[in-house]
């Protein structure tokens, strides 16, 4: 009985222990949080609408370099839309090893059987299945993002809700397919977040990638997310009518029960030179007008200067040509 008791003992007083360090831990959340920490970059601070965008960064616990780690990527787009949501790892790293995790996730028709071919004017679906495996109730945000052959988000869809210990979810998501989706490879990637990065959710696990055929078999490949030595990588190209302005990129992550969250800018633009919401004629006739002179020059117009090298040359010429359509939206 003594013995007993002395067990219960040592059970409660573990239990005290653990729960001072959680408070002493969310009493102070500042120096809680330095244990883990996320440093974000992006290749450039301002990109033209064709440019790759480059993000990475490297995720450290305690000063190391964690080389399994998942950090979760929204970009947000001036108007506060979110473009997409990612979880790059910054390291092998496997589902088997989160206790809520994808385990399936695949193109489909709208019952969940695999299909691999979509038609411009149909329906793409895509199908997952999400497992809670932990003894807890978690809250679950689960997103979709389809990319097109060019590496642009085309599409994400969320659902929020919870997940109960035990349960699987089986999730059909669908989609239009417009006629303007490039024919070709395109890839989708679903995320099982806590909550949207933004709202300092943090990955539940890693991300799932399925690629499927839009209209054609041909083959094209899409690289946007990898990996090295505690870094994580995520390219990829702006669709053809983003705003420009400032985006914002929310970084979140988790490590042995620690959090963290961070936030990175970058600037998109567009070469709108008379800022009537398009880039045509009109733009072209600007740089045209101004085209040959630099600085001091009797025709110089700052405005015609798109990449700043203080001439007005061929370059500035491709930049309002690579945007020739670009509608504000
Ligand atoms: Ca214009
Ligand atoms: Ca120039």
């Known amino acids: 009985m003594l013995e007993h008791d002395r067990e219960k003992n040592l059970t409660a007083l573990a239990f005290a222990f653990f729960l001072s360090v959680t408070l002493i831990g969310s009493l102070i959340p500042k120096a809680y949080s330095q244990f883990l920490i996320i440093s974000i970059y992006s290749s450039k601070q301002e990109y033209y609408l064709n440019d790759e965008i480059k993000l990475y960064g490297n995720l450290t616990h305690l000063g190391q370099s964690v080389y399994d780690g998942i950090v979760a990527l929204q970009i947000i787009s001036p108007e506060n839309k979110t473009l997409t949501i990612r979880v790059a790892s910054t390291g092998p790293v496997s589902q088997e090893n989160y206790p809520v995790r994808i385990t399936q996730f695949y193109p489909s028709d709208s019952l969940g059987n695999p299909k691999t071919t979509f038609n411009k004017g149909t329906f793409l679906y895509l199908t997952a299945y999400v497992v809670n495996n932990d003894l807890i109730r978690h809250s679950l945000y689960f997103a979709v993002n389809i990319y097109d052959k060019y590496g642009k988000p085309w599409d994400v869809s969320s659902s929020t809700g919870g997940i109960e210990p035990g349960e699987t979810k089986f999730i059909v998501t669908g989609y239009p397919i417009s006629w303007e989706f490039p024919s070709g490879t395109a890839v989708a990637y679903a995320v099982a977040l806590t909550d949207e990065p933004k709202n300092n959710g943090v990955p539940h696990c890693p991300e799932a990638k399925a690629t499927f055929q839009i209209a054609t ?69 600007i740089v045209s007008a101004a085209y040959g002179s630099s600085e001091g020059s009797q025709n110089w117009n700052p405005i015609a200067d798109i990449n700043g090298d203080k001439t007005i040359d061929i370059y500035d010429l491709i930049l309002v040509a690579s945007s020739f359509g670009w509608k504000s939206t």
């Open 217 to 285: 078999s041909e083959i094209s490949t899409i690289t946007t997310s990898t990996y090295k030595d505690g870094y994580f990588y995520l390219n990829f190209s702006m669709p053809t009518n983003s705003p420009s302005g400032n985006y914002t990129v929310r970084a979140t992550s988790i490590y042995q029960y620690s959090t963290t969250t961070t936030q990175l800018n970058f600037k998109i633009r567009v070469p709108d030179l008379n800022n009537d919401g398009t880039v045509d004629i009109y733009d072209l006739i």
